[in-house]
């Protein structure tokens, strides 16, 4: 643990399973070797099971054994009929940032595991992701709660493979519960599990497909490190607006362009979410070849030649603004 370099003190994700139960006994380790505070453990009753506060007080009750502070945290009104997985991480995201935000709790361990990175972007896969959605699960990333950003999320686990996880906790003679919705085949991630032995002869090993999404992870990085290059020096941002210098945007790679006018539009927009590819390329097409004319409308923006005025990088120069009579569109 003497790698870890996200912010301390920090809450810990418990759900009484192993993966997790191992990363709260590794991080109180550390923390007492070190000298630090020892972590904070949170522990969510989702209530979808009979068993789920049972199963929360028993992760609370081994976090006391520990002495450490340990809170549960219950996902209280009506459950969701379908995509209960999607519904069930929101939900839990969302209590846990809350709870850190509101205690001055600058980062969440969550006990991610090699596993865990090759069926993310297995399923990523099968979803069609991208790049970015193919680069898998970052070591350390805001948490994705929009109300909650500026809380830490951090995957020390990441390398390691469960099993190694369970020997560590056969080796301490720590028990730990498994959830039988891990095994549901309602599930997609379920499926996947199941599906390992299959996917193993085929030569896809979890390791295998981790490896994969490190590779995409470092070849994103360096596409990201390019578009904050271009960002830096061919976009001029003002307060309701931007404006871009479409001949430094032609010579840039594709990717990294149209990735630095989904940024540009977004910033303009106010919006949480980038604009749909499709017409992301078309108009990323029409400012290269020149022939936006009057100008286009993409994402609540307006994108239109620079008045002469406002023509920062010559008369190419390109202005982006808030379309008239359109709200941004950022989640409420």
Same mark, same amino acid.
């Given at each position: 643990?003497?790698?870890? !370099?996200?912010?301390?003190?920090?809450?810990? +994700?418990?759900?009484? $399973?192993? @993966?997790?139960?191992?990363? #709260? =006994?590794? *991080? %109180?380790?550390?923390?007492?070797?070190?000298?630090?505070?020892?972590?904070?453990?949170?522990?969510?009753?989702?209530?979808?099971?009979?068993?789920?506060?049972?199963?929360?007080?028993?992760?609370?009750?081994?976090?006391?054994?520990?002495?450490?502070?340990?809170?549960?945290?219950?996902?209280?009104?009506?459950?969701?009929?379908?995509?209960?997985?999607?519904?069930?991480?929101?939900?839990?995201?969302?209590?846990?940032?809350?709870?850190?935000?509101?205690?001055?709790?600058?980062?969440?361990?969550?006990?991610?595991?090699?596993?865990?990175? !090759?069926?993310?972007?297995?399923?990523?896969? +099968?979803?069609?992701? $991208?790049? @970015?959605?193919?680069?898998? #699960? =970052?070591? *350390? %990333?805001?948490?994705?709660?929009?109300?909650?950003?500026?809380?830490?999320?951090?995957?020390?686990?990441?390398?390691?493979?469960?099993?190694?996880?369970?020997?560590?906790?056969?080796?301490?003679?720590?028990?730990?519960?498994?959830?039988?919705?891990?095994?549901?085949?309602?599930?997609?991630?379920?499926?996947?599990?199941?599906?390992?032995?299959?996917?193993?002869?085929?030569?896809?090993?979890?390791?295998?497909?981790?490896?994969?999404?490190?590779?995409?992870?470092?070849?994103?990085?360096?596409?990201?490190?390019?578009?904050?290059?271009?960002?830096?020096?061919?976009?001029?941002?003002?307060?309701?607006?931007?404006?871009? @210098?479409?001949?430094?945007?032609?010579?840039?790679?594709?990717?990294?362009?149209?990735?630095?006018?989904?940024?540009?539009?977004?910033?303009?927009?106010?919006?949480?979410?980038?604009?749909?590819?499709?017409?992301?390329?078309?108009?990323?097409?029409?400012?290269?070849?020149?022939?936006?004319?009057?100008?286009?409308?993409?994402?609540?923006?307006?994108?239109?030649?620079?008045?002469?005025?406002?023509?920062?990088?010559?008369?190419?120069?390109?202005?982006?603004?808030?379309?008239?009579?359109?709200?941004?569109?950022?989640?409420?």
């Amino acid at each position: 643990m003497q790698a870890l !370099a996200p912010p301390w003190p920090g809450a810990v +994700a418990v759900s009484g $399973g192993a @993966d997790s139960t191992a990363l #709260m =006994l590794l *991080l %109180a380790d550390w923390a007492r070797a070190d000298e630090r505070p020892p972590p904070i453990v949170l522990t969510v009753d989702h209530g979808l099971r009979p068993e789920s506060r049972k199963d929360a007080e028993g992760a609370k009750k081994l976090a006391a054994s520990l002495k450490l502070d340990a809170h549960v945290l219950s996902w209280k009104g009506a459950k969701p009929a379908a995509d209960v997985e999607a519904e069930a991480r929101s939900a839990r995201y969302t209590l846990m940032g809350r709870w850190c935000a509101e205690h001055g709790i600058p980062a969440l361990y969550v006990a991610h595991t090699l596993e865990d990175q !090759a069926e993310t972007f297995l399923l990523r896969l +099968a979803r069609g992701s $991208g790049l @970015d959605g193919l680069s898998g #699960m =970052l070591p *350390l %990333a805001p948490l994705p709660v929009p109300e909650f950003t500026q809380v830490r999320l951090a995957r020390p686990l990441l390398p390691f493979p469960k099993e190694e996880l369970r020997a560590f906790l056969r080796d301490r003679k720590v028990a730990w519960s498994e959830d039988p919705m891990n095994r549901d085949p309602r599930f997609s991630r379920s499926k996947l599990r199941a599906a390992w032995p299959q996917l193993m002869e085929l030569g896809l090993t979890p390791v295998r497909v981790a490896d994969a999404a490190t590779h995409l992870a470092r070849a994103r990085a360096a596409i990201e490190d390019m578009t904050r290059g271009f960002l830096h020096r061919g976009v001029r941002f003002a307060e309701h607006a931007a404006a871009i @210098d479409p001949l430094r945007l032609k010579v840039l790679p594709r990717e990294v362009g149209l990735r630095a006018l989904a940024s540009v539009l977004s910033h303009v927009a106010d919006a949480e979410y980038g604009p749909r590819f499709d017409r992301l390329e078309r108009l990323f097409d029409s400012i290269l070849a020149g022939s936006l004319g009057g100008g286009a409308t993409l994402h609540g923006c307006m994108v239109a030649p620079a008045p002469g005025g406002e023509q920062v990088f010559g008369s190419a120069t390109i202005l982006i603004t808030p379309e008239p009579g359109r709200k941004n569109t950022r989640r409420e």
